[in-house]
């Protein structure tokens, strides 16, 4: 999840912005060392299938219950030492599960299509038009019939959260209104090392669906 929620800069005095890596300097309190469990409760209901995809999978918990499961998984995340530390994860537990640094922006130069993709604390962090061209993404990579489960900051939680934005169910809805059915968006909880309570959340459910004005390149499958 190489996103910032209220993390102090590692670096104090440094006026640059926390980079990927830098959000891992210290353990940051999304890093709870097992699968959140909204997640971990799609995977039990097996809902989660085929080729999975983790966007902004961090140190790699929710790659490794899907290998778990016996599924061909995948991460993405741009913070280098998140990678190394779930590649470590991996090989402790005996599992094959890939690792890619790699742009969630950038899904459609993996040159490979996913049945699956689960995202937990990503999408929330974008802009406008990253979050355009994130679902943009998503559509290229996501195969016709395929699910995104998503994870994100509900405009329910109090307080402020640096770059992270607090979504609306509108939001959420304007942003997939193309090529996508939402199957469901409900209140959830992310688990943080910091709040027992934990973040109020919104756990997003959509299936990708063929349009006619599906653009050459989405992944059709």
């Given at each position: 999840?190489?996103?910032?929620?209220?993390?102090?800069?590692?670096?104090?005095?440094?006026?640059?912005?926390?980079?990927?890596?830098?959000?891992?300097?210290?353990?940051?309190?999304?890093?709870?060392?097992?699968?959140?469990?909204?997640?971990?409760?799609?995977?039990?209901?097996?809902?989660?299938?085929?080729?999975?995809l983790d966007?902004?999978?961090?140190?790699?918990?929710?790659?490794?219950?899907?290998?778990?499961?016996?599924?061909?998984?995948?991460?993405?995340?741009?913070?280098?030492?998140?990678?190394?530390?779930?590649?470590?994860?991996?090989?402790?537990?005996?599992?094959?599960?890939?690792?890619?640094?790699?742009?969630?922006?950038?899904?459609?130069?993996?040159?490979?299509?996913?049945?699956?993709?689960?995202?937990?604390?990503?999408?929330?962090?974008?802009?406008?038009?990253?979050?355009?061209?994130?679902?943009?993404?998503?559509?290229?990579?996501?195969?016709?019939?395929?699910?995104?489960?998503?994870?994100?900051?509900?405009?329910?939680?109090?307080?402020?959260w640096g770059?992270?934005?607090?979504?609306?169910?509108?939001?959420?809805?304007?942003?997939?209104?193309?090529?996508?059915?939402?199957?469901?968006?409900?209140?959830?909880?992310?688990?943080?090392?910091?709040?027992?309570?934990?973040?109020?959340?919104?756990?997003?459910?959509?299936?990708?669906?063929?349009?006619?004005?599906?653009?050459?390149?989405?992944?059709?499958?």
């Amino acid at each position: 999840m190489a996103g910032s929620v209220r993390y102090s800069h590692p670096h104090p005095g440094s006026t640059e912005p926390p980079g990927p890596d830098d959000l891992y300097a210290g353990p940051p309190p999304w890093d709870i060392g097992r699968p959140q469990p909204a997640f971990l409760e799609l995977a039990d209901s097996g809902v989660i299938r085929g080729r999975v995809l983790d966007v902004g999978c961090g140190t790699g918990e929710h790659v490794l219950m899907c290998a778990d499961l016996g599924l061909d998984a995948t991460g993405v995340d741009l913070a280098a030492r998140a990678l190394r530390a779930a590649e470590g994860k991996a090989r402790d537990r005996g599992h094959a599960a890939r690792f890619r640094l790699h742009d969630a922006r950038r899904l459609a130069d993996l040159g490979e299509s996913f049945d699956t993709v689960l995202d937990c604390g990503l999408f929330h962090i974008f802009d406008a038009d990253d979050r355009a061209a994130y679902v943009d993404s998503l559509r290229a990579v996501i195969c016709t019939g395929g699910r995104y489960f998503l994870l994100c900051f509900s405009d329910r939680q109090p307080g402020e959260w640096g770059r992270v934005h607090k979504l609306r169910r509108d939001e959420i809805e304007a942003s997939f209104a193309a090529g996508w059915r939402i199957d469901s968006i409900e209140p959830s909880t992310i688990d943080i090392t910091t709040d027992p309570d934990g973040i109020r959340a919104w756990l997003v459910a959509l299936t990708r669906i063929r349009t006619s004005e599906m653009p050459e390149g989405n992944a059709p499958c």
